[in-house]
């Protein structure tokens, strides 16, 4: 059984009690296990758990998808309040600072803690490097080629390294798949390195059909034409659902709306989604 929560997101759910804020949590509860994949800005993803009757002691895994904050920086209030797991998993150069440029100014974007943070709460950083199944059925994947020349990062995306500031290409970036009948449900945080190119790499790798995608695409930026493109890509590897959350963009809601033959949803604050 798979059930996925959205513990946070940009957009309300039908539970008014609920924080909806920019951001992405998804709580996942998979054969027994539970997983966290992202944690949000800040401690608001605890909160709305609280009301959920979520219980975020002693998870299997936390899984940060990037270290932008708005996934990654919640992390702090969840091991500072004795929650979570001390198993993370992180892509590669996951502590190399992030910023937004624009001109001369610099917008920190980083998750807001180091190394030393996790070794003070006795966490345990697991790199992922290429494809890693964390538990059966569960697989992490990292390291995504660019076979899409139109799935383009912003410019103002930079990463600071030893050398100075470099373009971010969000070599960061992680996504997990869960095996479910028929194929396999990928859940994305904010696919910086492009949505088709990282459905495609795993497609390759688990040489198993994609059956749903849920989280942000970064499609929010993109035009019409590459929204439809996008789908209908999608569709052409077997998605059957597309949830979409945070970074995607009221278009792409829409324009999911109008794919009858794509089961299409917004997953916001509160929601969730079954597999049995």
């Known amino acids: 059984m798979l059930r996925i929560t959205a513990l946070m997101d940009n957009k309300p759910s039908e539970n008014k009690a609920l924080i909806a804020e920019h951001g992405l949590s998804l709580y996942v509860e998979y054969n027994g296990r539970r997983l966290l994949f992202d944690c949000g800005s800040g401690s608001n993803p605890l909160r709305n758990a609280h ?52 001109g001369v100014r610099y917008t920190d974007l980083s998750c807001g803690f180091d190394e030393a943070f996790l070794q003070a709460h006795g966490v345990r950083q697991h790199v992922v490097s290429g494809l890693e199944e964390i538990s059966p059925g569960v697989w992490l994947i990292s390291g995504f080629p660019r076979i899409h020349s139109f799935e383009t990062i912003p410019a103002r995306f930079v990463r600071r390294t030893g050398n100075g500031f470099i373009t971010d290409d969000f070599a960061d970036e992680v996504c997990m798949a869960l095996e479910v009948e028929g194929g396999l449900a990928v859940l994305v ?33 993109a035009d019409a034409q590459r929204i439809d493109t996008t789908i209908q890509q999608l569709r ?9 959350s945070h970074c995607s963009g009221d278009a792409a809601d829409c324009a999911i709306c109008a794919k009858p033959e794509i089961q299409g949803c917004h997953l916001g604050s509160g929601d969730c989604v079954f597999f049995d």
């Open 51 to 102: 009301r959920l009757g979520v219980d975020l002691k002693e998870l299997d895994a936390v899984i940060l998808s990037h270290s932008h904050y708005d996934h990654a920086a919640g992390f702090r209030d969840l091991v500072e309040s004795g929650l979570g797991s001390r198993d993370l998993y992180t892509g590669p150069v996951f502590f190399e600072p992030k910023f937004a440029q624009g």
């Open 189 to 221: 945080g904010c696919s910086h390195p492009g949505i088709l190119n990282m459905i495609t790499q795993v497609s390759q790798l688990l040489q198993k059909p994609i059956r749903a995608v849920f989280g942000g695409t970064h499609l929010v930026e």
């Open 236 to 244: 052409d590897m077997g998605l059957e659902i597309l949830g979409l």
